[in-house]
Each structure stands twice: as structure tokens, then as C-alpha cells.
């Protein structure tokens, strides 16, 4: 039942040996078994991708409620005995990823080494409940009503160009400033990226576009680089603030305020040790955050 599905979220029997960590045929040995106790198909398979079947499509959510049951059910047993153990798969994104959420969580693995945590970092929008995970963590909005979402810490952003670019291109003192200047920004925000908090509501910006990119690594090394200015978080670009490669510009108004969210899908009760690391990540990352630097 784990095989068939892992097949179903993952698309692919090489995906779904991936998640599961065996080898091809061994996940399709078991998918084929499944399918034979239970009397049918539950896939299409083809040359690029399996699809589901409707026999298929009816059995993957009692299959996904079953797997999910039977996890918590050794979980809790184990947590009966103090003890936090089981599988975790987390998505996250790269950079806050790599530079935070992972020095943050090293101690909380070595204190409860039977927890198994699979953490995948990728600045795509990923779905959590078609892509297999017990939680996601995003910055910035989150929509989806399909989604239960804890606030992990406040997420302040800057305005920061390059000491450089500001001397070659003056320094802007007000939004209609900044419509003059060239700008770094994330591909999938548009617009709504450069949003501004005013005393009428809230007002967007629409810069000269230097550069987009779905990576905040790339936009902050552009806007040290000098090419324009960027609208980025204090966990991105604390430590270049701090450096003096980036200085922050004040026009008077402050961006709209952002939080990074842990979210879980709707329906299922999240179990001790995804609630553990939640409190765990609220203690470690502070309020206000450790990573913003210490300006005005």
C-alpha cells in the first residue's frame, strides 16, 4: 500500500523507489502484488508516466488515511514511552533552507535521533498533500484553504541596493522614487512582490525589472553586485547588512509585513514530533528573529 502510494504522488515508479528508498522492482513487485489481492488495476501504466486508474483514484485516499493511521498509531506508542520516532517529510525553500531551517533543526534531530526526517528544498509553490509531505514551510501569504498554517517568526524585509549603485543612481526618498530605479524581484510574486504599507492601503511598485528569479541567494548577490535595488527578507540579507555590501533605503513607508508559516494539510491531526519541531523552530528562531540586523 506505501508502494501504490508513493507511485500515485511521486508519478513514476522511479520516483516512488526514491521516496521509499528501494530499488525499482522491489516497488514494482509490491505495486503488482496489490493490484492481484485486490482484484484490478490501479494504474495506467505507459512509457513517460502511470496514471491512475479509477479503481485507482477511489483507493489511493483510503490507502493515504490507512498509511497515515497506522504511522501515528507506532508513533504514539512510542511517544507513550517518551520517545519522538517516526518519519517526517518536510518541504521547504532553498535558501531559508540552507542558511536557518537547518542549522535550527541539527540539534532537534540529535536530541530525537528516532526521528527520520526527509527536509526536500525547493523554491517551487510545492503542493503538500499531492506531493507527499506532513508539512511545508513557506514565507509570505498562504492561500490555500486546504492547508491548518503556524506562524514560525515574524519576516521583516528590506529595501537594500549596493552602496555603489546608490552613489552612480542617488538614493530614492519616496515611492515615486523607486518607479525610476532598476529592480530585483521573485518571479512568481509579480506585482504583488514590491508592496508597500501606506496610510491609504496598501500600494505596489512597479520598478524598472534588472533581474527575476525564483531564488533569494541570486537576488540579493545581484543587488550586491550592483545592477539594481531588492525588496528581501532579514534572514537573506542580514549578514550583508551587517557587512556593509548592502544599505538599506528608507522612503518613508515600511513593506508589507510577512511571516514564515509551517502548514500541514487539513484533515489530518499533526502528530507530536511535527508539533514538537514547530515549538522547537519558535524558540530557536526568536520574535523578533535572530537574523535581522539591528536598524530602524
Same mark, same amino acid.
Given at each position: 500500500?506505501?508502494?501504490?502510494?508513493?507511485?500515485?504522488?511521486?508519478?513514476?515508479?522511479?520516483?516512488?523507489?526514491?521516496? $521509499?528508498?528501494?530499488?525499482?522492482?522491489?516497488?514494482?513487485?509490491?505495486?503488482?502484488?496489490?493490484?492481484?489481492?485486490?482484484?484490478?488495476? $490501479?494504474?495506467?501504466?505507459?512509457?513517460?508516466?502511470?496514471?491512475?486508474?479509477?479503481?485507482?483514484?477511489?483507493?489511493?485516499?483510503?490507502?493515504?488515511?490507512?498509511?497515515?493511521?497506522?504511522?501515528?498509531?507506532?508513533?504514539?506508542?512510542?511517544?507513550?514511552?517518551?520517545?519522538?520516532?517516526?518519519?517526517?517529510?518536510?518541504?521547504?525553500?532553498?535558501?531559508?533552507?540552507?542558511?536557518?531551517?537547518?542549522?535550527?533543526?541539527?540539534?532537534?534531530?540529535?536530541?530525537?535521533?528516532?526521528?527520520?526526517?526527509?527536509?526536500? $528544498?525547493?523554491?517551487?509553490?510545492?503542493?503538500?498533500?499531492?506531493?507527499?509531505?506532513?508539512?511545508?514551510?513557506?514565507?509570505?501569504?498562504?492561500?490555500?484553504?486546504?492547508?491548518?498554517?503556524?506562524?514560525?517568526?515574524?519576516?521583516?524585509?528590506?529595501?537594500?541596493?549596493?552602496?555603489?549603485? $546608490?552613489?552612480?543612481?542617488?538614493?530614492?526618498?519616496?515611492?515615486?522614487?523607486?518607479?525610476?530605479?532598476?529592480?530585483?524581484?521573485?518571479?512568481?510574486?509579480?506585482?504583488?512582490?514590491?508592496?508597500?504599507?501606506?496610510?491609504?492601503?496598501?500600494?505596489?511598485?512597479?520598478?524598472?525589472?534588472?533581474?527575476?528569479?525564483?531564488?533569494?541567494?541570486?537576488?540579493?548577490?545581484?543587488?550586491?553586485?550592483?545592477?539594481?535595488?531588492?525588496?528581501?527578507?532579514?534572514?537573506?540579507?542580514?549578514?550583508?547588512?551587517?557587512?556593509?555590501?548592502?544599505?538599506?533605503?528608507?522612503?518613508?513607508?515600511?513593506?508589507?509585513?510577512?511571516?514564515?508559516?509551517?502548514?500541514?494539510?487539513?484533515?489530518?491531526?499533526?502528530?507530536?514530533?511535527?508539533?514538537?519541531?514547530?515549538?522547537?523552530?519558535?524558540?530557536?528562531?526568536?520574535?523578533?528573529?535572530?537574523?535581522?540586523?539591528?536598524?530602524?
Amino acid at each position: 500500500m506505501a508502494a501504490f502510494v508513493a507511485v500515485a504522488e511521486g508519478g513514476s515508479i522511479s520516483e516512488a523507489a526514491r521516496r $521509499l528508498r528501494l530499488s525499482k522492482s522491489v516497488v514494482s513487485e509490491r505495486l503488482a502484488d496489490l493490484e492481484r489481492s485486490l482484484g484490478g488495476a $490501479l494504474v495506467h501504466r505507459s512509457t513517460r508516466r502511470l496514471t491512475l486508474t479509477e479503481d485507482g483514484g477511489a483507493f489511493l485516499d483510503r490507502a493515504r488515511h490507512i498509511l497515515h493511521e497506522v504511522t501515528e498509531a507506532a508513533a504514539d506508542m512510542a511517544e507513550r514511552r517518551g520517545t519522538l520516532s517516526g518519519a517526517l517529510r518536510i518541504a521547504a525553500p532553498v535558501t531559508f533552507g540552507r542558511m536557518h531551517l537547518g542549522p535550527a533543526l541539527y540539534p532537534f534531530l540529535a536530541e530525537h535521533p528516532a526521528i527520520e526526517l526527509t527536509l526536500d $528544498l525547493d523554491d517551487r509553490r510545492v503542493d503538500a498533500t499531492s506531493g507527499g509531505y506532513d508539512a511545508i514551510i513557506r514565507h509570505g501569504p498562504i492561500s490555500d484553504s486546504r492547508l491548518v498554517v503556524w506562524t514560525l517568526a515574524p519576516s521583516r524585509r528590506y529595501l537594500v541596493a549596493a552602496p555603489d549603485y $546608490l552613489d552612480r543612481h542617488g538614493v530614492p526618498k519616496t515611492l515615486e522614487d523607486l518607479e525610476a530605479h532598476r529592480s530585483m524581484s521573485y518571479a512568481y510574486r509579480g506585482i504583488a512582490d514590491w508592496l508597500f504599507e501606506t496610510p491609504e492601503g496598501g500600494v505596489s511598485v512597479r520598478a524598472q525589472v534588472a533581474l527575476r528569479s525564483n531564488n533569494g541567494d541570486m537576488l540579493r548577490d545581484a543587488a550586491i553586485a550592483g545592477l539594481g535595488i531588492a525588496l528581501l527578507p532579514g534572514f537573506i540579507v542580514g549578514e550583508a547588512m551587517r557587512a556593509g555590501s548592502l544599505v538599506a533605503i528608507d522612503i518613508g513607508v515600511q513593506p508589507a509585513a510577512e511571516f514564515i508559516y509551517m502548514a500541514h494539510p487539513a484533515g489530518r491531526n499533526p502528530s507530536a514530533k511535527l508539533r514538537a519541531i514547530v515549538e522547537h523552530l519558535r524558540a530557536r528562531f526568536g520574535n523578533p528573529p535572530y537574523w535581522d540586523p539591528p536598524i530602524s
